[in-house]
């Protein structure tokens, strides 16, 4: 049906950054919310950042001041660019569009913060 494609994760040291890039298609870019959740082993799944189709933002206070959530609509794709990052932040990345009664998921990305 509907595909998120994501990239981006990786393995990264205390402080470091991240870009995690999700590309969706024209009309789901347009219509849908998107977030970024994350699951950390043992923890719920919740939700990092997300952004609408207006460009409103909206961040966990974890990671308020560190991530930026972004939409590049020209390239159909939902940016989070995460920096200083800590351990903590060590999860499955996943991106999700939502609008209505429609849902969606990609297939989450790692992400893990070591010395």
């Known amino acids: 049906q509907v595909q998120l494609v994501e990239s981006g994760g990786g393995l990264v040291q205390p402080g470091g950054s991240l870009r995690l890039s999700c590309t969706t298609s024209?009309?789901?870019?347009?219509?849908?919310?998107i977030g970024w959740y994350r699951q950390a082993p043992g923890k719920q799944r919740e939700l990092v950042a997300d952004?609408?189709?207006?460009?409103?933002?909206n961040y966990a206070d974890s990671v308020k001041g560190r991530f930026t959530i972004s939409r590049d609509d020209a390239r159909n794709t939902v940016e989070l660019q995460m920096n200083s990052l800590k351990p903590e932040d060590t999860a499955v990345y996943y991106c999700?569009?939502?609008?209505?009664?429609?849902?969606?998921w990609g297939q989450g990305t790692q992400v893990t913060v070591s010395a």
């Open positions: 999700n569009a939502r609008w209505s009664l429609f849902n969606f």
């Open positions: 024209g009309l789901i870019s347009r219509l849908y919310v």
């Open positions: 952004i609408t189709s207006g460009g409103g933002t």
